[in-house]
């Protein structure tokens, strides 16, 4: 029997962000499911696959319908399928706040940790990938657009600074502007689908580089879907992710 003591649950955290303690996970005798790929996106669980606040097709020209589609549906719902199968064998994932889980992967068993840093990493990533868009998304303003102008240097440079660390990142990942309880921005990359809430950090906004995010339309010009992304992000609702991150409540 493989178990996750709550003493130990911190150890080696320090710095991180007050998160809830990740209650006891005890494994059943089976091997933990390795995380597959295909999946199906209505698997029965703990986690579910939230809906898109907007047509598929509402992102158009600059993110196509059907990529949309894909990319939600079957993207997204495999790695919330995935985790629903993991939930099965250690339920208290399903009861314990992602961002808790995630913040605190060293002390998963090691039958799990992999796949849940994988596919609970892809489905906080989206969750948050699919909230920060919209048609009509406006522009920046408020304390939004002073934080951005104090740490980022002005919208301008921002975008640009994000788009080269977008660019860079090799293979498939992640570009995110981060926010801290105090409301300072910092932009990083990751590889995969990790996360910074895998470090404490929380996420003001990001985007996804990985090749089934623009391939059917800008097959290997990630940096032009990069530049073409900025034009279906949804201030407004930024604006409240940076409220949420002063106030300590946001989450994913």
């Known amino acids: 029997m493989i178990s996750l003591s709550r003493r130990h649950l911190f150890t080696g955290a320090a710095g991180l962000v007050a998160t809830t303690a990740l209650p006891r996970i005890t494994l059943a005798q089976a091997p ?4 597959a790929a295909p999946a199906p996106a209505a698997a029965e669980g703990p986690f579910k696959l939230p809906p898109l606040p907007y047509a598929t097709n509402a992102l158009e020209p600059h993110i196509d319908a059907r990529t949309m589609e894909i990319h939600h549906d079957k993207h997204h719902g495999a790695y919330v399928a995935n985790m629903n ?47 920060i868009m919209g048609p009509n998304g406006g522009q920046p303003e408020g304390e939004v657009l002073a934080a951005i102008d104090r740490d ?29 309880k105090d409301g300072k921005l910092a932009i990083e990359a990751t590889p995969n689908q990790d996360t910074p809430l895998m470090y404490g950090k929380r996420v003001l906004l990001g985007n996804d580089v990985w090749e089934h995010a623009y391939y059917l339309n800008y097959q290997n010009r990630r940096a032009d879907y990069l530049k073409a992304w900025w034009n279906v992000v949804n201030w407004q609702k930024i604006g409240e992710r940076y409220a949420a991150a002063k106030a300590g409540t946001l989450t994913l």
């Open 32 to 35: 933990a499911p390795a995380p």
């Open 85 to 131: 199968n993991f939930a099965k064998t250690a339920p208290q994932l399903g009861q314990t706040p992602v961002e808790t889980i995630l913040a605190n992967l060293v002390n998963l068993p090691d039958g799990i940790r992999v796949g849940v840093r994988n596919n609970l990493g892809g489905h906080a990533n989206h969750t948050m990938f699919w909230e």
């Open 152 to 180: 980022l240097g002005g919208l301008e440079k921002m975008k640009a600074a994000f788009n080269t660390a977008g660019a860079g990142q090799f293979g498939s990942g992640w570009v995110f502007v981060t926010v801290t």
